[in-house]
């Protein structure tokens, strides 16, 4: 096969739909009516698709028997024309024609023309030439067709000109055209013959423009160039378009420009009833409460109908043509036939007998006696309070233990025919006698057909040990119809147990002077047994005391202190010692409770004040004053102003005065000291006069001024490392020689006399003191003279043997 070098334009497609005799929109024959081709070259070799061309017989069959008068070309069964032999068009057009069979053994035939488009020299003239072949191929189908018609059809001439005027009157009406829509045909189907005067005169060519002609859907509408006749190609559909406004022009032959003024031609669509009204839902549902009165709304339904309106075709009626179930009544309900409107037509609507009813609604147009659609329609009978709830028990009995909060005391359930989980069966519980003080709480609970009472408050056996109840029962929705309140009576009987003890008040206050004398009573802290009808016995003891001042009586609860008390100890918070009192009772379970006893701690004068700072250093030359500060452990009254005064031998060397506001000792070396540590004494007294001698240390060192600098004082001019050698030695040679002659003056001395023992403690006084001499002797802790038993020997005189 050989490349396609062409292209194939197809210049209009008239399609040629039209209704069967058995009222479907297919007819058997061609998608066209007129078939013409453009190539772009003369010559058409063998081989080359030309188009496919469209046919149906209105069956599912997509292959038939096709046929061509000229011998060059082959249709195949699907309808596609092909080169079977050269084809040269030498005139620049070849007419042929395509014949085909439907299933009836009808035949058809499609008049096709190929036509040669040069794309070097596509100018006016060559379209001219296209348009006016188009044409005339198609004006030679049509007088052919309208030879065979009997059919009567308008007339229409262009309006007449006034010679004088430059505008033709507006008064000269052209009548509309009326094409009824989905006619049958056949088509092209000839409107009406447009005429023109000055045809008698010379050759007048007619063509149309506007929507339907030229403009889109191009080709609906087509007229013959030689003889005005106007055709519709195929059936109109006013629901898409209603009307079209053609254009229809005349010029005369040999180019003298337009014969006539343009003239407007309407033509109408009219109306058929094609359309058959549709419901805008497929099902409606509705809602009808039980017990409904007759009239009573229940819903709209609606419809709509395609074809024109204010007309028959569009004219609709509604109406029920079923009910199911048809109980009580057949007839329940009602449709008002215009406007869809459904209402209740009869009483009687019981929830509880039918729940729910199923309409067939129709809907016809031409009033009610032509096309029709149909709808369903649901409509739910809703409840309504129209039973009250009922105790499944009329008398509830209890039991509880006194003082529980929040307990379950019992759950009663009820029953009720309305709807499940509606406002009509969801129950609502109220106490309307028997409880006025507000003891109990009732609620509903989560399956809305119980009641829950529960203890709102901790009852008290020992005012009341039964309580009974009156508890009544409602919906939620009010009932629709006077209806009997179900009522239950629910007796509550409270157990009584050991209650705890209560101190009173759970937390003491009490105030005391922290000299407070040992043995004396700080207070008396008791509590109390709400059991009244029980005779138990309360015993007392002290379950926290941090610091140990206190003892209590195990019977009366009386606090006595155990200890002197402090008030600067650690353990005091802001003046406050804090101790926990517990109470129990004699009960097989022992009921307690603890109490908290606060004792402020009033401050007396019992601590003297102290200097802060132990020691201090200070220069031997120009020393700078030291600042010494006092502190008070008592309160405020028993601290500054201080006094302050020097003791003993530090008033030879030393100054003391307290500063500005006396809060502060101000030290002063007087006078130039040895190098070494000094204990300065002082004796400091409060406001009060309460004083104490504080001691504190001072460093004095070789040095002037506030250039604080310690240094050790040299020996001989000696290095410091060499003296420390000497001393070592001298130390280790004493020692070796000192012992030894120590022990022979010792064993000499107890030989010479020996010691006689009168009595045990003699002998004892004796031994301690001789031990004490020894020390002395040793520690150079002795008097200057020495004992006249000792004798040294010289140095280098060897010791003598021992025993």
């Given at each position: 096969?050989?490349?396609?070098?062409?292209?194939?334009?197809?210049?209009?497609?008239?399609?040629?739909?039209s209704a069967a005799a058995d009222g479907s929109l297919c007819e058997p024959g061609f998608e066209s009516e007129l078939f013409i081709l453009k190539v772009s070259r003369k010559n058409l070799k063998p081989g080359t698709r030309l188009c496919k061309v469209g046919f149906t017989d209105c069956t599912t069959r997509t292959r038939f028997l096709f046929s061509t008068d000229d011998s060059r070309l082959v249709v195949e069964a699907e309808g596609i024309i092909t080169v079977k032999r050269q084809i040269v068009l030498h005139e620049g057009n070849q007419n042929f024609l395509v014949h085909a069979w439907d299933s009836q053994g009808q035949k058809m035939t499609l008049p096709v023309r190929l036509l040669y488009q040069n794309h070097h020299y596509m100018n006016n003239r060559l379209d001219a030439e296209f348009h006016h072949e188009a044409h005339k191929l198609n004006n030679q189908l049509h007088d052919h067709l309208d030879s065979d018609s009997n059919q009567q059809i308008p007339i229409l001439d262009f309006p007449k000109s006034n010679p004088g005027l430059k505008r033709r009157k507006r008064d000269w009406v052209i009548p509309p055209l009326s094409v009824p829509e989905h006619s049958r045909g056949p088509y092209p189907r000839l409107l009406a013959k447009i005429r023109s005067n000055k045809d008698k005169v010379k050759k007048i060519y007619y063509s149309i423009t506007g929507p339907g002609a030229d403009q889109p859907p191009v080709g609906l509408f087509t007229m013959n160039r030689d003889t005005g006749h106007l055709y519709v190609t195929q059936e109109l559909d006013r629901e898409k378009v209603d009307k079209y406004t053609l254009q229809v022009h005349s010029v005369a032959e040999g180019g003298d420009g337009k014969a006539e003024e343009p003239m407007d031609i309407i033509i109408n669509v009219i109306d058929q009833n094609d359309n058959k009204p549709v419901f805008s839902q497929s099902i409606y549902m509705g809602d009808a409460p039980e017990a409904s009165q007759k009239g009573f709304q229940v819903l709209q339904i609606v419809a709509t109908d395609a074809d024109q309106p204010n007309t028959d075709n569009s004219d609709i009626r509604y109406r029920i043509m079923s009910q199911k179930p048809e109980e009580p009544n057949p007839n329940m309900f009602i449709i008002n036939p215009t406007t869809g409107v459904i209402r209740v037509n009869e009483p009687g609507l019981?929830?509880?007998?039918?729940p729910k009813y199923e309409l067939e609604v129709q809907v016809a147009d031409m009033k009610g006696e032509s096309l029709t659609g149909f709808t369903k329609v649901i409509i739910k009978v809703t409840d309504l309070n129209d039973h009250a709830p009922v105790f499944l028990e009329p008398r509830y009995n209890a039991t509880v233990e006194e003082n529980k909060v929040d307990t379950l005391i019992v759950k009663m359930l009820v029953t009720d025919n309305d709807e499940p989980h509606t406002m009509a069966w969801n129950a609502k519980f109220k106490i309307i006698d028997g409880d006025p003080g507000n003891l109990f709480t009732v609620v509903t609970g989560t399956n809305k057909q119980e009641g829950i009472i529960t203890t709102a408050k901790g009852l008290d056996f020992e005012r009341a040990s039964k309580h009974t109840l009156l508890v009544t029962v409602e919906n939620e929705a009010p009932f629709a119809v006077p209806l009997v309140t179900s009522t239950a009576t629910v007796v509550v009987t409270v157990v009584d147990v050991n209650e705890p003890l209560m101190f009173d008040p759970e937390k003491k206050n009490v105030s005391k002077r922290e000299d407070l004398a040992v043995n004396s009573t700080v207070v008396r802290y008791t509590a109390s047994d709400p059991d009244t009808g029980r005779k138990q016995k309360v015993m007392y003891e002290i379950i926290s005391d941090p610091a140990g001042w206190f003892d209590i009586d195990k019977e009366t609860g009386e606090v006595k202190v155990r200890n002197r008390m402090d008030r600067e100890s650690p353990l005091v918070k802001e003046e406050k010692y804090t101790a926990l009192i517990g109470a129990s009772d004699d009960d097989r379970i022992a009921a307690t409770a603890t109490g908290t006893l606060v004792l402020h701690l009033q401050d007396v004068n019992d601590n003297p004040p102290t200097i802060e700072e132990r020691k201090?250093?200070?220069?031997?030359?120009?020393?700078v004053p030291q600042l010494l500060t006092v502190t008070d452990r008592d309160g405020p009254g028993f601290t500054s102003p201080y006094n302050v005064s020097l003791v003993g031998s530090a008033k030879a060397n030393w100054t003391a005065r307290m500063i500005s506001t006396r809060t502060g000792i101000i030290l002063t070396l007087n006078r130039e000291l040895e190098i070494g540590d000094y204990t300065v004494a002082m004796s400091i007294a409060d406001n009060q006069?309460?004083?104490?001698?504080?001691?504190?240390?001072?460093r004095v060192c070789d040095c002037t001024g506030e250039d604080v600098s310690c240094r050790e004082k040299d020996v001989g001019g000696s290095n410091p490392p060499v003296i420390l050698g000497i001393l070592k030695a001298t130390v280790v040679l004493l020692t070796m020689l000192g012992l030894p002659l120590f022990l022979f003056v010792r064993r000499r001395r107890a030989e010479e006399k020996p010691v006689e023992l009168k009595d045990l403690s003699t002998a004892d006084n004796m031994f301690e003191e001789e031990e004490r001499n020894d020390r002395e002797d040793i520690q150079g802790g002795g008097s200057d003279s020495q004992d006249p038993e000792y004798e040294y020997l010289p140095e280098g005189v060897p010791l003598p043997e021992t025993a």
């Open positions: 096969m050989g490349t396609t070098w062409f292209v194939v334009w197809s210049v209009w497609i008239l399609c040629q739909p019981d929830r509880e007998k039918v201090f250093t200070v220069c031997s030359k120009i020393a006069g309460l004083s104490q001698v504080s001691t504190v240390t001072a």
